[in-house]
């Protein structure tokens, strides 16, 4: 999932927790009502942030600045209605889960770190008497403040459970992004792979034929395409010769020539047997003549490498996209274009 539209979703927490600060929290401890100011503020604050994050503004300072005030809104509470003895605790091991989702690993152990160096301090003032004990709390509770063993120990299982919990879900979330990382790699390779002629290690026929037909579609805006058929000459011979082991190496000769031949926009690609196709976009008539002439000749010099006496060359037929024209119609021109190239002896361009 995206970074930025995860770290939108879970910022809606933050709303709930104002929502439940500004109605629920007075409802249950009516003197906090005095104080729903600061969940008003709090969700002002959300509000920015929610614009932040749709801006994609202040990148990776923004969840954690947004996680220390999270975790300052949380202490605000628990002080408020008595930190050693409130279930709302717990929301601090939420927002450790929930911070650990939309920052680093590290940065939420950090912020962790902070929320519980947070509660412990406000344990630590309330039992040396800095801070009162529960004041928005219910007066039976104010009556028992927690004593120094009490409130050491309570400091002490949070942060050791806030630490721990947040380390562990930190870990699980880096290698579930880990895994899902090397499971996008793993899909675009094999998509790779079903577009690939494995042998030349060119684009098959399928990839060809879409190619063709977006080249088509772009007819329409003013940009031709030229398709060149490449048939070669005598290469049964080279099979029947010297066998077909060596007959797959100057098909990969081939292939590499037809590589070093192209454009990076260009799309080569092996057809079929010992066919090749190549489209070329933004190519008219007379681009499309020098750049078939420069692929008979490549495939020539293969030849000449691997039977100088009586070299393998290619048949090349050129067909120029026309209005109207469908994928089998120019593969068609080009074919009967490299047809005839052959029967006038090959080694040449027709088209």
Request: proline share 5%; charged share 20%.
């Amino acid at each position: 999932m995206n970074s930025n539209k995860l770290a939108f979703g879970t910022a809606w927490v933050r709303f709930l927790l104002a929502a439940c600060g500004i109605w629920l929290v007075p409802l249950l401890y009516p003197p906090m009502t005095a104080h729903r100011w600061v969940f008003v503020a709090y969700a002002g604050v959300a509000i920015v942030e929610q614009f932040l994050i749709w801006r994609d503004i202040a990148g990776p300072w923004r969840p954690f600045l947004g996680g220390i005030l999270d975790m300052a809104l949380l202490t605000f509470i628990v002080q408020r209605i008595g930190s050693s003895r409130t279930v709302i605790v717990a929301l601090y091991f939420v927002a450790g889960i929930v911070n650990s989702l939309v920052v680093t690993p590290r940065m939420g152990v950090v912020l962790s770190s902070i929320g519980a160096a947070m509660y412990s301090s406000v344990v630590i003032m309330e039992v040396r008497g800095v801070l009162p004990f529960a004041p928005d709390g219910p007066a039976w509770l104010q009556s028992r403040s927690p004593d120094a063993l009490e409130g050491f120990l309570q400091a002490f299982m949070v942060t050791v459970l806030l630490m721990f919990c947040t380390a562990i879900v930190a870990t699980l979330i880096q290698r579930i992004n880990r895994r899902e990382n090397q499971l996008v790699v793993a899909n675009e390779r094999l998509a790779e792979l079903s577009r690939q002629d494995p042998l030349t290690k060119l684009w098959n026929r399928r990839h060809i034929l879409s190619h063709i037909e977006q080249g088509l579609a772009w007819l329409n805006r003013g940009r031709p395409m030229a398709v060149v058929m490449i048939d070669l000459d005598q290469f049964k011979r080279v099979n029947d010769t010297r066998g077909h082991l060596e007959g797959d190496q100057v098909l990969q000769s081939v292939a590499d020539a037809l590589r070093r031949s192209t454009r990076e926009v260009d799309v080569a690609g092996r057809y079929g047997g010992d066919e090749f196709v190549i489209v070329l976009p933004d190519t008219n008539q007379e681009e499309g003549r020098v750049a078939g002439n420069r692929f008979v000749t490549a495939i020539r010099e293969v030849g000449m490498k691997f039977d100088p006496e009586r070299p393998m060359t290619a048949s090349a037929g050129l067909s120029i996209a026309r209005p109207g024209d469908t994928v089998e119609v120019v593969l068609k021109r080009a074919d009967d274009f490299a047809y005839s190239a052959k029967g006038k002896g090959g080694n040449r361009l027709c088209g």
